[in-house]
């Protein structure tokens, strides 16, 4: 056939055709199960909101020192749930640690952050610490804390929280420790509460302290979980609120 095709040449020229379009056609369907392989797995099933995962590091003000088996942490857990939220609380607070000071069993903050941040951690509390008190490299050692809580959990809300006293601290013995706290949280874009400019344990809520004029009473346990209720309700509610976008609710 002149100036065409043969008809093996047209018959192989259909059957190619006929190949490539199969192959294109499973080529888009396997593009389209992995598709949703990929998003099936980024997206939790329905009901999967589970408890807000909220992981506390401080010293013996967290740990029930003067108080044994009655923390603060311990009565928050009751508080949240009394205000419908869930959360799973992990305390690893110890006696006498600061970010630079050892605690009785030698570790400082970034150990106690190493033993239980992980991916799955919410929110993370760093409460403290006085025991930093005229200690050098606070603020590399801050610094260092808050990298670390960020590589082991990127997506978690950090609340650092100073250390308490009974008065205004007018003869700024806490305030290197607060100024290094302040301004780490700002540039890391961490929360910071200050409890010495809220005045906790000062004045009449001297009540809630202990002889030693620095660690909570059982009644101060409870008076410490109401103040840090109203500290970690927005976070909670924030992270509630993110597991509920992605089961969606």
């Keep these: 056939m002149a100036g065409g095709r043969s008809r093996s040449t047209v018959g192989t020229w259909f059957h190619w055709q006929g190949r490539a379009t199969v192959a294109l056609l499973m080529a888009a369907v396997l593009l389209v199960v992995a598709f949703s392989a990929v998003a099936y797995a980024a997206v939790p099933p329905k009901g999967a909101v589970t408890d807000v995962h909220v992981d506390i590091i401080g010293d013996s ?15 928050e857990q009751t508080l949240i749930a009394d205000m419908g939220f869930k959360a799973d609380i992990t305390n690893a607070s110890e006696n006498g640690a600061g970010y630079v000071q050892p605690g009785e069993a030698g570790d400082v903050f970034l150990d106690l952050v190493n033993r239980i941040v992980n991916s799955q951690s919410q ?45 205004n601290d007018a003869d700024g013995q806490l305030t290197p420790i607060i100024s290094a706290l302040s301004q780490s949280a700002s ?22 302290l202990s002889s030693d004029l620095e660690h909570p009473n059982t009644p101060g346990e409870m008076y410490l979980a109401q103040q840090m209720k109203a500290v970690l309700k927005p976070a909670i509610s924030h992270a509630m609120h993110q597991d509920r976008l992605w089961d969606g609710a």
């Design 61 to 75: 003000l967290s740990t029930g020192f003067k108080t044994p088996g009655v923390t603060w942490p311990d009565q």
């Design 123 to 167: 929110v993370v509390v760093l409460f403290g610490s006085d025991n930093d008190t005229g200690q050098s490299g606070l603020t590399t050692a801050v610094q260092t804390v808050l990298e670390r809580v960020k590589v082991l959990a990127p997506q978690a809300r950090v609340i650092m929280v100073g250390p308490t006293s009974e008065s």
């Design 187 to 208: 540039t890391s874009g961490a929360d910071f509460v200050d409890p010495v400019a809220l005045g906790w344990f000062q004045g009449a809520a001297k009540q809630y």
